[in-house]
């Protein structure tokens, strides 16, 4: 089969032939789609909230807050209880998702949950183009969260199983590319639709349906990881897929050996995933399910993503004009994922988390500075225009430090840092604690930046700080690695060393 040239590296490649087939690169594809469902609705959440013809039907106290102008302060306009449950109730039926997801993939595989994710993306978006009630909407948001909790889960663990060891960051961080896609197309999406009277709103949820489609029809035409497969006894299916992955002439008997060998280990102890993780041998891959899930929430993503309307509107935009800000803002996350997808396992991971952070801090520390020495607390006055043009700016500065960084690296480093064993468990977990964070911060952010106001950009400047600090002590390099070698990176990190070699000694002795 035709492929795609690969230059040679130093590392071993788990089935490493001279070429990438073009099938492991279409598997790939339709399987990092499933980003699009989540980013859709990241983009789409926003701005239908700040649609006049959506608050009128279902939040018309927000909606009378805003015609009060002059009366009310900006930055608590959107501080609603209510219109902040429609945003935040998917994420709490996505982390119950994400809980179940793990069992379910044990069950009937990656590739049937990605369907059904898909399947229940589908019947969400129905209900919310069709709402009549609150009631209805969040039904149909609870739908949409099991979706993207059962997608999120087992989208980027299928990537990092079926891509080669030396392409796998790539691969796996086109699920953040297509999660930018997805909200930049929702961005323009709000934008043609704002301009519709009375049922706009209506056809940019119901278009939420699109991407679900895409997924569904999808995971029809890829295969189940050779992992999965091999976890539920089926190893000529899983020969068949290795064989579809790596082409006709490679020689897959060595990778198809290394993955029944990682399965069997993981059969040797019976307990439940879930009590395994907790062993202390396990101990640095709990702490970065936990830490990389809860660090990714407190970059401040939340604020530049779901609210990005009200803070566009802050420093004197228009709602077209900040809807508009909000394309430019899709624009700029998803070119610099593009550019974070081809300098992945190049450059690797860690000096994409240093270069995203630094830029972070800069862009946060900058944006609270202009916002607190500009904007008075009541609004008988507007930004000057540059100091407004510095804002924009800064927060797509802020968008691109994300973008090539933690934004894909959220993804790649979960899918490919835990043994086969725990791997159900442990992204079960870090997706539970990234939708379980955006709950918390999607119920809560608005009545924090009414409180807080500007001091918020600080807040999480700070942060950004810590997680950064904590990246370069804490997480060892893993680009090139192939996944049945992982081990072997803990075991000579200069913390994690001390628990990961309890294992190695365990193995051996059992050999």
């Excluded at 009310?72 to 179940?100: H, P, R």
């Excluded at 948001?141 to 909790?149: E, K, N, S």
């Excluded at 006894?233 to 490679?250: I, S, V």
């Excluded at 990714?296 to 609210?307: D, K």
């Amino acid at each position: 089969m035709e492929g795609f040239a690969v230059p040679s590296g130093s590392m071993p490649d788990r089935g490493a032939c001279a070429s990438l087939p073009f099938s492991v690169v279409l598997t790939c594809i339709m399987a990092a789609s499933g980003g699009l469902i989540f980013g859709y609705d990241i983009g789409i959440s926003g701005g239908v909230s700040s649609m006049e013809s959506f608050l009128s039907k279902f939040f018309p106290s927000v909606l009378l807050k805003m015609m009060e102008k002059g009366q009310n302060n900006e930055y608590c306009v959107y501080d609603s209880q209510a219109l902040m449950a429609f945003t935040s109730s998917l994420y709490i039926a996505g982390l119950l998702a994400s809980l179940m997801a793990g069992k379910v993939t044990k069950s009937i595989g990656r590739q049937v949950v990605m369907l059904l994710g898909g399947a229940m993306f589908f019947v969400g978006a129905a209900l919310n183009a069709g709402a009549v009630d609150i009631t209805m909407l969040i039904i149909g948001r609870m739908l949409l969260g099991f979706g993207v909790g059962f997608t999120n889960q087992a989208t980027p663990v299928y990537l990092a199983e079926v891509a080669p060891a030396r392409w796998r960051g790539a691969f796996t961080s086109g699920f953040q590319f297509f999660l930018a896609l997805g909200n930049l197309i929702a961005n323009l999406t709000n934008y043609g639709t704002n301009h519709i009277n009375r049922w706009g709103w209506r056809l940019s949820l119901g278009l939420a349906a699109a991407p679900a489609t895409i997924i569904v029809l999808g995971a029809f035409f890829i295969t189940d990881s050779p992992s999965s497969l091999v976890v539920r006894g089926k190893l000529d299916a899983a020969r068949a897929a290795l064989r579809r992955m790596r082409g006709p002439d490679a020689d897959i008997d060595a990778e198809l050996k290394n993955v029944i060998r990682s399965v069997e280990e993981s059969k040797k102890n019976e307990e439940e995933a879930y009590r395994r993780i907790i062993r202390r041998e396990y101990r640095p891959h709990l702490v970065m399910a936990v830490a990389v899930a809860l660090f990714f929430q407190l970059t401040g993503v939340i604020v530049i993503s779901f609210f990005s309307p009200l803070l566009f509107r802050t420093v004197g935009l228009g709602n077209d004009a900040a809807l508009v800000g909000a394309v430019i803002l899709g624009a700029v996350n998803l070119g610099s994922i593009s550019l974070s997808t081809f300098t992945i396992d190049r450059f690797g991971r860690r000096p994409l988390f240093m270069i995203g952070g630094i830029l972070m801090v800069v862009c946060q520390v900058a944006i609270a500075w202009i916002m607190g020495a500009q904007i008075r607390e009541s609004n008988d006055g507007k930004m000057p225009h540059g100091h407004a043009v510095a804002v924009l700016v800064l927060i797509c500065g802020h968008a691109a430090g994300f973008g090539v960084s933690w934004g894909p690296l959220n993804w790649v480093i979960p899918a490919e840092i835990f043994p086969v064993e725990i791997s159900s468990a442990g992204n079960g977990i870090t997706s539970a604690i990234g939708l379980g964070c955006t709950f918390i911060q999607t119920q809560t952010f608005l009545a924090m930046l009414c409180t807080f106001k500007y001091a918020t950009f600080a807040y999480y400047a700070v942060w950004i700080v810590t997680m950064t600090t904590f990246i370069a002590l804490f997480m060892p390099e893993t680009k090139g690695v192939p996944l049945e070698s992982m081990n072997s990176v803990w075991a000579r990190h200069w913390y994690w060393r001390r628990y990961v070699r309890e294992q190695n000694q365990v193995i051996h002795e059992s050999a």
